[in-house]
């Protein structure tokens, strides 16, 4: 089991900026898919971005295409997510997630590492 602790939530104005952390333990970090997840109040959580162990394979969601970048540094066992010209509707409790298979990540099923999350508000 891998543990994961998230960081860098808050609240910023819209058109602001945010990187959010995941630090990762307990396991080969490296060997690892990653994945940000967001949830919003009564919505499900929804993947927003994943990234694959050695970074050359990238995933986002329609909605942050071009304003998010996940990014991983394997010598500090830590994903980021950098997130850009922030809107309202990004507002959520962020939570980052790993697993050995990217295909795992990117289906959002049967996923057993959380971290407890971090919330982010974007006001308008």
């Known amino acids: 089991q891998v543990q994961l602790v998230e960081s860098g939530g808050g609240l910023v104005q819209a058109g602001g900026s945010l990187r959010l952390s995941c630090a990762a333990s307990?396991?080969?970090?490296?060997?690892?898919?990653m994945g940000w997840f967001r949830q919003a109040p009564g919505k499900e959580r929804d993947i927003v971005a994943a990234?694959?162990?050695?970074?050359?394979?990238?995933y986002y969601v329609d909605s942050v295409k071009g304003r998010f970048t996940i990014s991983r540094d394997n010598a500090k066992n830590t994903v980021y997510l950098q997130m850009n010209s922030l809107k309202p509707e990004d507002t959520a409790v962020y939570y980052c997630?790993?697993?050995?298979?990217?295909?795992?990540?990117?289906?959002?099923?049967?996923?057993?590492?959380w971290g407890q999350g971090t919330q982010v508000t974007v006001s308008s």
């Open positions: 997630a790993a697993d050995p298979s990217y295909q795992v990540i990117l289906a959002g099923r049967g996923l057993r590492s």
């Open positions: 307990g396991r080969t970090f490296s060997a690892l898919a």
């Open positions: 990234i694959g162990w050695s970074g050359s394979a990238t």
